[in-house]
């Protein structure tokens, strides 16, 4: 066990790193010079080359390629991820931090709704498979696999901000502002997320120590809860703990529609005005995002089955 | 054969199976019964319907997807019978587990993998038996003592996974036990282990018989029916095509398939008997 | 494996449904009622007529010939994106499964660090640095997509080539193009159909997000993603503007997601009790 959770952590170390490295490929490939950028937002009047040349110096541009990544690295370790093109007064970090809560709000709202729904929906499912519940839930889940999130958020803009003026339409200034958003991020990841949990406990219900269970005179319903649900989940952990940073990059597309100041409107506002480090910094947070949560609940995994948990 | 020594009346048994439009018969019409004391042998290939008809008469296989006809009466003590195949969902569950339980094959797929052994075999306790809370732990222990497993309190603890299949086989005829059933079916329980521990288990199981509670011996090994069973139903592609005492199925095999599965058998014997006489040894 | 295929009604009525769509695609300018680019400010926001079946929009454009001529970009772009895909992962995976040692390693290492990335950032990435242009939306995609079939390719390529008959092939001296063309491909290829199927499903909602966002088709062409971006400014004033584009989306790509669904239960009959 011990030795499992270091050598995933030692792997881990070296994806991280290629996605640096993508991250500053990315920055060093954008069509404009950083000494330029820096001339004009310091408002330098005239750009020589002389000039020019000097800014590169200072910056370490002149130097190669493998230097400027480590420097790059230095800094990206202490977060520091220069001033935004856009806005040169700010930093990157803080225009991040300043997005953050709202996307998190977003998120855990989300987050919430997909637990709460497509774990009893998905069980259910299992337990009283081909009856009428269970064919709505799987046309269900087959619809909105099919439905663009966008669209969706329209139809609910439409129908419970518009006509039945139960929630605010857009903006972000109270937590009725959160709910439509939130519904529209949760229907695409719990229709996944029902078919995963279903799946699992079909699985589970056709193994034998289900079979034992009942010989053994167990009552049904304690079958199904303690024993295949338990099972069920256990194999869906990891899946279950990635739809984290999955919902906090899935909240791109709501953002924009429900006019929220999050992580994913931001990016979409620097795309639009070549705002490269906000880019950068977003993509290479998003990553990190993913990897940490991918090793965190993969050991989660490991350490719940008592199986893997003994060995080595 | 008085009816007070009857444990288990099944008459016309007839399972079948449905699949979206086929209907596939597993058991064709078998009746059969079983006294007290007394072990019936079930001999078969895979497939023949031996193990369905021990299912269908436990009420575990799915309603939907099979149907189930004739009927199972069950003697308990001195009540009336109760027809298995007819009583309600709950009243068949309180029957199963404590009247009549069930030693599987396969036993290392037959416990939950998440649960230590000792909480498995509390619940099955704690279900089938009045036994006061404080009292199980201890009765697990006893269990697994009768059992011949060392150090019981060591294998409570322990997960499926970590125990031998010969191990957990045991474990399940002990729970199978615990509860004094009136009838013990034991499906293939000797399939899935090697064969020193099949010996073993073949022991525990002799030691039941011997204590006279009526048994269900499922098999499609003639050499462990023998030694088990008392009376031997022969089942073929869902037919019932003997019954009657090994002795005299084997002296008067009354159907094709039983010839030769008792001329197989027979052939072997008898090669490795010579083998055995060879280097002079007296008969 | 085709002959269930077809004997099952379902997936007939995908193909059929997909098979409409692509030839409404091809001879848009015949189909189509009216030019998707013309506008009539005086006749914006008209209902369902004779002459503008689905109504117009908000610059009095036919909503039912933006919506043939929008089959263009989002079908025939998303297909042309998962041809890239297909390619690019194809030359990777057969590379890594069939030279192995360190072209693998190299190769393999970079599918690593692709597949832990999330595609929909990485999407958004390769189009920031590239600009906004549907051209790169297809590169993108590409580019974030392939390291899954390179992988998926990989894997068969290496269980085959250990099989005798490819064994046989090397040893009476075939080439490795000739083995690899006529007995590796073969054995992917049912397995890569549908996945492909099932992915250009995600590939039509993909490239009519970013559409939609305004990173991907630009505003007069008509693109479903786009045409529901125009009538979200005006879902206030004209909300069964958004129906259309919608319904149609919906309907291909749930047309490709059971059309893959019943592929993948042809190739492989256990699935189908579940």
């Known amino acids: ?137 799987r046309g269900f889940v087959f619809m909105t696999t099919a439905m663009p999130s966008y669209w969706i958020g329209l139809i609910f803009m439409w129908f419970f901000a ?27 990841y719990i229709s996944i997320y029902i078919r995963l949990i279903r799946n699992n406990m079909l699985l589970n219900m056709g193994q034998d120590y289900v079979l034992y269970a ?46 929220i100041n999050g992580l994913g409107r931001l990016c979409i506002a620097s795309i639009f005005n070549r705002d490269y480090p906000v880019i950068q910094a977003y993509v290479l947070f998003m990553g990190v995002l993913f990897i940490l949560f991918n090793l965190v609940f993969d050991i989660i995994q490991m350490a719940a089955d008592p199986r893997l948990r003994k060995e080595s | 054969m008085t009816s007070d020594n009857r444990v288990l009346q099944v008459e016309n048994l007839t399972v079948r199976y449905k699949n979206r439009k086929r209907i596939t018969t597993l058991v064709d019409d078998l009746s059969f019964h079983v006294d007290r004391g007394e072990c019936l042998g079930i001999l ?32 308990t003590g001195s009540e009336e019978p109760t027809d298995l195949l007819r009583i309600k969902k709950e009243e068949r569950r309180a029957v199963r587990g404590r009247k009549i339980t069930m030693i599987l094959q396969n036993p290392m797929a037959c416990f ?65 036990l615990v509860t004094k059933p009136d009838l013990i079916i034991a499906d293939e329980p000797t399939t899935a282990i090697d064969s020193i521990t099949q010996f073993e288990i073949i022991g525990e199981l002799l030691k039941i018989k011997e204590q006279g509670t009526a048994m269900i011996f499922i098999s499609h090994d003639l050499g462990v029916v023998n030694r088990m069973a008392n009376r031997v139903i022969v089942m073929h592609r869902a037919k019932s095509l003997q019954q009657g005492t090994l002795a005299e199925i084997i002296q008067n095999p009354g159907d094709e398939y039983t010839r030769q599965l008792v001329n197989s058998r027979l052939t072997l014997v008898d090669q490795f008997n010579s083998f055995l006489r060879e280097p002079g040894v007296s008969a | 494996m085709i002959k269930q295929f077809f004997q099952s009604r379902l997936s007939i009525a995908c193909l059929v449904i997909i098979l409409l769509f692509t030839l409404a695609g091809i001879f848009a300018p015949y189909i189509a009622p009216n030019d998707p680019y013309e506008t009539d400010l005086m006749n914006k926001f008209s209902s369902y007529t004779r002459e503008h079946p689905l109504g117009t929009d908000q610059l009095g454009r036919c909503v039912l010939s933006r919506l043939i001529h929008g089959i263009r970009p989002t079908l025939f772009l998303s297909l042309l994106a998962m041809a890239g895909t297909i390619t690019l992962g194809l030359v990777m995976g057969i590379l890594a499964g069939y030279f192995r040692g360190w072209v693998d390693e190299v190769i393999m290492r970079v599918v690593d660090v692709m597949l832990s990335f999330p595609s929909q950032i990485m999407i958004l990435a390769v189009v920031a640095l590239l600009g906004i242009d549907i051209r790169n939306v297809i590169l993108a995609n590409i580019f974030v997509k392939w390291a899954w079939y390179a992988r998926m390719i990989r894997t068969t390529v290496i269980q085959y080539t250990g099989k005798n008959f490819v064994l046989f092939s090397k040893s009476i001296g075939s080439g490795s193009p000739y083995i690899l063309t006529r007995h590796l491909l073969p054995c992917i290829a049912s397995e890569l159909v ?73 190739m492989d009959p256990r699935e189908v009790r579940n």
């Open chain 1, 1 to 137: 066990m011990k030795y499992y959770i270091i050598k995933r952590v030692m792997a881990t170390f070296p994806l991280l790193l290629g996605i640096s490295f993508l991250c500053f490929i990315f920055i060093n490939l954008i069509p404009s010079d950083p000494a330029e950028v820096a001339l004009r937002l310091s408002q330098v009047p005239i750009v020589t080359d002389e000039l020019l040349a000097q800014v590169r110096a200072d910056m370490g541009l002149d130097k190669p390629f493998l230097m400027r990544y480590l420097h790059w690295l230095g800094d990206t370790v202490r977060l520091d991820f220069g001033h935004s093109y856009t806005n040169p007064s700010r930093t990157v970090l803080g225009e991040l931090a300043r997005s953050l809560p709202n996307t998190l709000i977003l998120a855990s709202l989300s987050l919430v709704l997909v637990i709460a729904l497509s774990i009893p929906i998905g069980f259910l499912s299992a337990v009283y498979k081909d009856s009428l519940f269970d064919r709505i839930m």
């Open chain 1, 162 to 188: 518009i006509k039945l003026r139960l929630f605010p339409i857009s903006g972000n200034t109270s937590l009725s502002h959160f709910l439509l958003p939130a519904f529209t991020v949760a229907l695409s």
């Open chain 1, 214 to 259: 009942q010989v053994r005179g167990l009552k049904d319903g304690m079958i199904l809860t303690r024993h295949v649900l338990k099972n069920s989940l256990q194999s869906c952990i990891t899946a279950i703990g990635m739809s984290i940073p999955q919902l906090i990059s899935g909240t791109i597309v709501v953002e924009n529609l429900f006019a």
């Open chain 2, 44 to 75: 078969g290939e895979s497939g023949s319907g031996k193990s369905m008809s021990s299912k269908a008469i436990m009420g575990i296989l799915p309603p939907r997807q099979f149907d189930v006809t004739g009927s199972a009466r069950f003697h």
């Open chain 2, 112 to 176: 939950d993998p998440l649960f230590p052994m000792g909480t498995q075999m509390a619940e099955t306790v704690r279900e089938n038996t009045e036994t006061p809370v404080k009292e199980i732990r201890g009765l697990c222990q006893q269990v697994l003592k009768d059992m011949q497993i060392r150090s019981p309190e060591e294998v409570l603890l322990k997960y499926p996974h970590q125990l031998s299949g010969g191990m957990l086989q045991r474990i399940m005829i002990g729970l199978a």
């Open chain 3, 194 to 266: 549908v996945l492909a199927t099932l992915d250009t499903g995600w590939t039509i909602l993909n490239i009519s997000t970013l559409s939609f966002l305004g990173l991907g088709v630009q505003a007069p062409t008509p693109e479903w993603g786009a045409m529901l971006n125009e009538a979200k400014n005006v879902v206030t004033s004209n909300p069964g503007q958004m129906v259309a584009p919608g319904v149609a989306i919906v309907i291909l790509i749930a047309a490709f997601n059971m059309l893959g669904d019943c592929m993948r239960d042809a």
